[in-house]
Nanobody, 119 residues
Framework: VQLVESGGGLVQPGGSLRLSCAAS????????MAWYQQAPGKQRELVAT???????NYADSAKGRFTISRDNAKNTVYLQMNSLKPEDTAVYYC??????????????WGQGTQVTVSS
């Protein structure tokens, strides 16, 4: 199974970006999916999670500005980021709990996508 992220880039403060993460491979189903961020010199931190049923949870720093969503038919998770701040600058990683066709559950990470918020 591979997770491929896209949508990162350079944006001015106050701007928006939409990240996407598509899962492919030997997938039976996907349970929780999540986005994490890792700023330079810092540990990777949870930004938002979404269950297969669509229940969401956000870090305090993301509440009111970021929205996580998913398209189960496309095995894809999204992160809509609005009102971006310089402190949102980080590499963003997606994470997924995947039930493969052998019916075992595995946890996967994407390769990361850089988000830079700067004027």
């Amino acid at each position: 199974v591979q997770l491929v992220e896209s949508g990162g880039g350079l944006v001015q403060p106050g701007g928006s970006l939409r990240l996407s993460c598509a899962a492919s491979g030997s997938i039976f189903s996907i349970n929780a999916m999540a986005w994490y961020q890792q700023a330079p010199g810092k540990q990777r931190e949870l930004v938002a999670t979404i269950t297969s049923g669509g229940s969401t949870n956000y870090a305090d720093s993301a509440k009111g500005r970021f929205t996580i969503s998913r398209d189960n038919a496309k095995n894809t998770v999204y992160l809509q980021m609005n009102s971006l701040k310089p402190e949102d600058t980080a590499v963003y990683y997606c994470n997924a709990d995947v039930v493969e066709r052998d019916y075992f559950k595995y946890n996967y990470w994407g390769q990361g996508t850089q988000v830079t918020v700067s004027s």
